[in-house]
Nanobody
Framework: QVQLVESGGGLVQAGGSLRLSCAAS????????MAWFRQAPGKEREFVAA?????????VYGDSVKGRFTISTDNAKNTAYLQMNSLKPEDTAVYYC???????????????????WGQGTQVTVSS
């Protein structure tokens, strides 16, 4: 049984930093994309970032976080990370880790392309 478990969320002041972790168990995802999405109250779930660590590695970011957030993966630990810097109040949301178990070597921004999801971790940025 595949499980994704997020950690690292919390309350931070604007301009601060947080690092989220997503530990996967039950299978490995080295050839598949791992991603972060977020959902703020009353809004649709939004793509944040995705990465494939196979070969040279590829990363993709949503426009609203580009230059501030960094996604990385550690295949040995089967874990993905999201380093969030220069946080803004509009970054407040529940952050979800996701993993694609179907499309090897392909990164998608689409929710429907991710097979496995974590339970979410709350990030709150105060002004």
């Amino acid at each position: 049984q595949v499980q994704l478990v997020e950690s690292g969320g919390g309350l931070v002041q604007a301009g601060g930093s947080l690092r989220l972790s997503c530990a996967a168990s039950g299978r490995t995802f080295s050839k598949y994309a791992m991603a972060w999405f977020r959902q703020a109250p009353g809004k649709e779930r939004e793509f944040v970032a995705a990465a494939i660590s196979w070969g040279a590695g590829v990363t993709v970011y949503g426009d609203s976080v580009k230059g501030r957030f960094t996604i990385s993966t550690d295949n040995a630990k089967n874990t993905a990370y999201l380093q969030m810097n220069s946080l803004k109040p509009e970054d407040t949301a529940v952050y979800y880790c996701a993993a694609d178990g179907t499309h090897a070597y392909i990164i998608s921004r689409l929710i429907v392309d991710y097979d496995y999801w974590g339970q979410g971790t709350q990030v709150t940025v105060s002004s």
